[in-house]
């Protein structure tokens, strides 16, 4: 085990050499996995198989490496919109082609293992950054029934390896906590259940012993935000019938980490996590471990929002009372899945004392307001780069109007407002209430005075200029 430390220690500090660097963000496509696999044909390690192709004909690889008689297999981004361990497996392909570095580990390594990678295995569904495959199936529900051709694929290479360890690679929710606490489950794991009894026979065994293997690792790195996913048995998932079928399989979800909507960070981890599992697989390392660890990782839970103010004073109907209010942020893709805008909204009001934010603040004795609407009528985009957005955000605006002209027609594809301000359409009028899913646009007083604005849910302190508004919306 000390030794599984060390060696995952060095691959944190060295991780920066075999980082794939033609990939920097999560919404790479597949034409960024054709120009890596065809570096790979060209290096005799790997050997390279098309495995066959998607509905709208990409292809999917099989890329493996190694001699040895012991057999894993690793599959990602079955949900196209769930691409971080796509990127390790790219990482773990550069530590493999170079030649410098682990040269003794690796020669160990292949000579007793042979790896096999299946990197996005949804092609299709990446392409347009959604989960599903193009005809709205998720693949993962069609492990037993195989009406898509892609979960066809994975299931045929499945049946074709007979693996002895499999890794069922996904992304969860970044607003998972690791247990109820403030800290955000960043990889959770599972060794998923065979039947609803939950029962565990060798094959689970020895995934559940990899599992604790493996949180006893990362723990070094990411103290308390490690998590376990629920291990109801899915009879329709890959990962639960490849546990029934005979291959010891580890589901690793990667969530969130503050500051990192790239997930770069937890790429790195996957990266330690999966080498850290080779090399434990291959010394059967594993084997010591004790599966009470396993259940005393804590639960994948839902405490934690993108932000939380707190203790705030407000009015309404004529009653002065105490809220927090809770804010999440969602993604909304555009361009085909190629870029995104943010749209905020409010998740909870009240006491959210039990509820955690990556952003936190405690706002005691300061007064909240909704967001208000400037009542001039702005005649175009050009004009609106004009505006002291500061000057408004001191009276209380959180949105200006444009005419309704400028928001359809010359801008037909305008989808969000690239300003730190909201876009109401001329004639409309805005919301200015606070409720459940409704806008994230307020005003913070301090002694009467504007400190801080929230605007699209994101916060920005008006004093200090601190903060930045990634995008407003258009309200029509
Ligand atoms: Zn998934």
Redesign the pocket.
Known sequence: MAQDFDFANRLYYEYEYFKEKTITHRRFKHSGLLTIINKLKDKNIFHVKKAGESAEGRDIFLVSIGTGERKIFLWSQ??GD?PTATMAIFDIFNFFSDASKFSEFKKKLLENVTIYFMPMVNPDGTEIYE?RNIFNIDL?RDAVRQQMPEARILRSEFENIKAEFGFNL???STRYSAGNTFKSATISFLAPSTNSEKTVDTVRDKALKLTVALYKVLSNFIPGHIAKYSDDFEPRAFGDNFQKWGTSTILI?SGGWKDDPEKQFIRKLNFIALLTSFKSISEKNYENQNLETYESIPNNEEFLMDLIIRNLKFKSKGLEFLIDIGINRNEVNINNGKSFYYESYVEDIGDLSVFFGYEDYNFSGMELHPGMTHDKIFNSLSDLEKINFEELYNQGFTAVKLKNDSLSKENSSLQYSSFPINLVSGESHSNEKIEIEGPADFLIKKDGKVKYVIINGFIHNVENLKGEIKNGLIIK
Request: aromatic share 0%; hydrophobic share 10%; no cysteine.
């Open positions: 079955m949900h769930e989960r993962n996904h992304d969860q979800e």
